[in-house]
Nanobody, 119 residues
């Protein structure tokens, strides 16, 4: 099994930046794709960004150009740099991990971290 723990959430002013981090532990040899998803009040959980072990990235249109996902395979971490934040980015952000490069979301989820953008 894999455990994912997010950190870095908080309150930020509109236009500001925030960096989320996720640390993976457990059966980490099974991890290939990692990513971030978010869920706003009253909405379904949606993809934010994913990254494969080889560094291939995928972004939601709503965050393209503002958010950057990265990972450190040696440290088993994935990060999400969020810039030019707006109130629309307010959500609980969840780290995710899976075993393939094509199937996502994967089977493993973090507990979530709250991101609140004030107007």
């Amino acid at each position: 099994q894999v455990q994912l723990v997010e950190s870095g959430g908080g309150l930020v002013q509109a236009g500001g930046s925030l960096r989320l981090s996720c640390a993976a532990s457990g059966s980490i040899v099974s991890i290939n794709t990692m990513g971030w998803y978010r869920q706003a009040p009253g909405k379904e959980r949606e993809l934010v960004a994913t990254i494969t072990r080889g560094g291939r990235t995928n972004y939601a249109d709503s965050v393209q150009g503002r958010f950057t996902i990265s990972r450190d395979n040696a440290k088993n971490t994935v990060s999400l740099q969020m810039n030019t934040l707006t109130s629309g980015d307010t959500a609980v952000y969840y780290c995710n991990a899976g075993s393939t490069t094509t199937r996502f979301p994967g089977d493993y989820w973090g507990q979530g971290t709250q991101v609140t953008v004030s107007s």
